[in-house]
């Protein structure tokens, strides 16, 4: 089994690590939050605890519907080995219902049902602040291939079908999400996480925010929310 090594890199959310396994890294999620390009920060106890196991149960859903990711095994209870890869800077956004900056940007309601799933290219770049991008602008910046940005929105769609469906099962409306993705041994893999961090879950029933938006918007209860996905996750995959 591989062993931590020397830290690699350090963002707002994770950090990750060397390997004594070559190909392979070390991914360890931090209790940090951030918001509005980190000028809203805490530290939220048990936060990374509860994005690192529902991300790994979510990749591990995906990967019995025939999507891989970087995800290899948890070594901890916050802790687990990913596949290396270099990550692509074009992060793929799918929206269902109108929220957040689509909502403001083209004056819908939150929560507008669309007419089918949106999808949007925003340029990964702490400096310019993640800015929404279209392919012709990820061409002429060489972020990723022509080839490349069709796989990823190819999977991130089919990422939203199958997630949609198991969360309808469990009470949870799949607003919108981010996905990221790498480039490693000769393709474009699914990497980074899936959490209520990067993800809109709303209540079914009540349209209780169940994600990051509690720490955005002052509402409280983070760690509460976040546990009670993962407990509907996990009662639905043994029902």
């Given at each position: 089994?591989?062993?931590?090594?020397?830290?690699?890199?350090?963002?707002?959310?994770?950090?990750?690590?060397h390997?004594?396994?070559?190909g392979?890294?070390?991914?360890?999620?931090k209790?940090?939050?951030?918001?509005f390009?980190g000028a809203?920060?805490?530290?939220?106890?048990?936060?990374?605890y509860?994005?690192?196991?529902?991300?790994?149960?979510l990749?591990?859903?995906?990967?019995k519907?025939?999507?891989?990711?970087?995800?290899?095994?948890?070594?901890?209870e916050r802790?687990?080995?990913v596949?290396?890869?270099?990550?692509?800077?074009v992060?793929v956004v799918?929206?269902?219902?109108?929220?957040?900056?689509?909502a403001?940007?083209l004056?819908?309601?939150?929560?507008?049902?669309?007419?089918?799933?949106?999808?949007?290219?925003?340029?990964?770049?702490d400096?310019?602040h993640?800015p929404?991008?279209?392919?012709?602008?990820v061409?002429?910046l060489?972020?990723?291939?022509?080839?490349e940005?069709?796989?990823?929105?190819?999977q991130?769609?089919?990422?939203n079908?199958?997630?949609?469906?198991?969360l309808?099962?469990?009470?949870?409306?799949?607003?919108d999400?981010?996905?990221?993705?790498?480039?490693s041994r000769?393709?474009?893999l699914l990497?980074?996480?899936?959490?209520p961090?990067t993800?809109?879950?709303?209540d079914?029933q009540?349209?209780?925010?169940?994600?990051?938006?509690?720490?955005?918007?002052?509402?409280?209860?983070?760690t509460?929310?976040?546990n009670?996905?993962?407990?509907?996750?996990q009662?639905?995959?043994v029902e």
């Amino acid at each position: 089994m591989a062993t931590k090594g020397e830290l690699l890199y350090e963002g707002k959310a994770k950090r990750l690590y060397h390997t004594t396994e070559a190909g392979l890294y070390w991914m360890e999620f931090k209790d940090d939050a951030t918001a509005f390009d980190g000028a809203k920060k805490a530290v939220i106890p048990g936060k990374g605890y509860y994005n690192a196991q529902i991300s790994a149960f979510l990749f591990e859903l995906l990967s019995k519907k025939g999507i891989p990711s970087h995800f290899i095994a948890m070594v901890g209870e916050r802790e687990m080995l990913v596949q290396a890869g270099e990550i692509i800077p074009v992060e793929v956004v799918v929206r269902n219902l109108a929220a957040g900056s689509m909502a403001k940007r083209l004056g819908l309601a939150e929560g507008t049902a669309l007419k089918r799933p949106v999808t949007e290219l925003y340029y990964k770049s702490d400096a310019l602040h993640d800015p929404l991008v279209n392919e012709d602008h990820v061409a002429v910046l060489d972020l990723a291939t022509a080839e490349e940005v069709a796989e990823m929105k190819e999977q991130a769609l089919r990422v939203n079908g199958i997630l949609s469906r198991f969360l309808e099962r469990a009470g949870i409306v799949l607003v919108d999400f981010k996905l990221e993705f790498a480039r490693s041994r000769g393709r474009v893999l699914l990497s980074d996480e899936i959490s209520p961090d990067t993800c809109r879950f709303w209540d079914a029933q009540t349209g209780d925010r169940l994600d990051k938006d509690r720490f955005r918007r002052d509402l409280g209860g983070l760690t509460e929310a976040y546990n009670e996905v993962l407990r509907r996750l996990q009662r639905v995959a043994v029902e």
